[in-house]
């Protein structure tokens, strides 16, 4: 006989939460992804479709292709400087007695508090004080900052007991202090630095307010869609934001099977 009454309705309100979470957080991004093949110009209903030339425009479009471009570049290059300096400094304080060290992670972490908008206002002063033209190397020395406390954050919580035996077992073996944070250090943390990493460059690939600040002539993805919201919506901005919502999701993926996954077996 088929239960019913309270206990079916306790097993279905999980899902039934579920359901509606996942509605809330990803309807807006369906509706984006769906309206991106809208074959009319008017990015709104009736649906129309489907249809690619939206997608065969922006590809085919020069300042769409240099700004997604600059924003892999940007997001790439400075990652992997904040993840660098992260890093070492994770190692620094976790491996070393340094005075006054728990206000050097406050410090380093602090900047995750802090508006973007108030960061990137405060970098435009200085690096203009400085001389500084803005470009994208301006907007990336932005996303250090923004990502460095990130990425210090997620190794230095990954330093555990288990390392440092490692380590000084190197080092009663002979190894120099160069080759066991090379051979040692940096393979055993190589999941909290690939998550470090991803998740950074995830930040940063379509991050606006720092990257509007920070550039002029040559603008990442975020300041085009930006410019051309200006002109109205349109199912052009829809398939650019289906491309970026791509990049991002495959950047998760591939964080989850490559080096998640292999961390929980």
């Known amino acids: 006989m088929a239960e019913t009454g309270p206990g079916v309705t306790m097993r279905l309100l999980p899902w039934i939460y579920l ?6 957080i990803y309807l807006p991004v369906g509706t984006l992804v769906l309206f991106s093949f809208q074959e009319g110009s008017l990015p709104v209903p009736p649906f129309n479709g489907p249809s690619m030339q ?34 070492l400094a994770a190692y620094g304080l976790a491996r070393h007695v340094v005075p006054g060290s728990t206000f050097m992670r406050v410090l380093l972490i ?12 405060g970098l435009l002063i200085v690096l203009t004080r400085a001389g500084f033209g803005l470009s994208l190397a301006t907007a990336g020395i932005g996303h250090v900052v923004i990502n460095l406390p990130l ?20 080092r009663d073996l002979g190894a120099s202090e160069t080759k066991v944070v090379l051979l040692v250090t940096a393979p055993m943390l190589a999941p909290a630095i690939a998550a470090a990493f991803f ?15 920070l550039t002029r002539f040559d603008i990442t993805l975020p300041v085009e869609i930006w410019s051309m919201l200006r002109s109205g919506l349109s199912p052009r901005l829809n398939a650019i934001g289906s491309v970026v919502f791509l990049i991002s999701v495959t950047a ?3 964080l989850e099977f490559t080096v998640l996954r292999r961390r929980g077996t």
Not at 54 to 82: F, H, M, P, Q, R
């Open 19 to 24: 359901i509606l979470a996942f509605g809330f």
């Open 54 to 87: 939206w997608y065969a425009e922006i590809l085919s479009d020069d300042d769409v292709t240099a700004a997604l471009l600059n924003s892999l570049l940007v997001a790439i290059g400075s990652s992997a400087i904040a993840v660098v300096l992260g890093f």
């Open 110 to 121: 602090a900047p995750l508090t802090v508006s973007y908008l108030i960061v990137g206002l």
């Open 151 to 170: 990425a210090f954050a997620i190794i230095y919580a990954s330093m555990g007991a288990q390392h440092e035996n490692a380590e000084r077992a190197a």
């Open 199 to 213: 998740l950074s460059v995830t930040l940063s690939w379509d991050e606006f307010i720092i990257a509007f600040l």
């Open 252 to 254: 998760v993926l591939i």
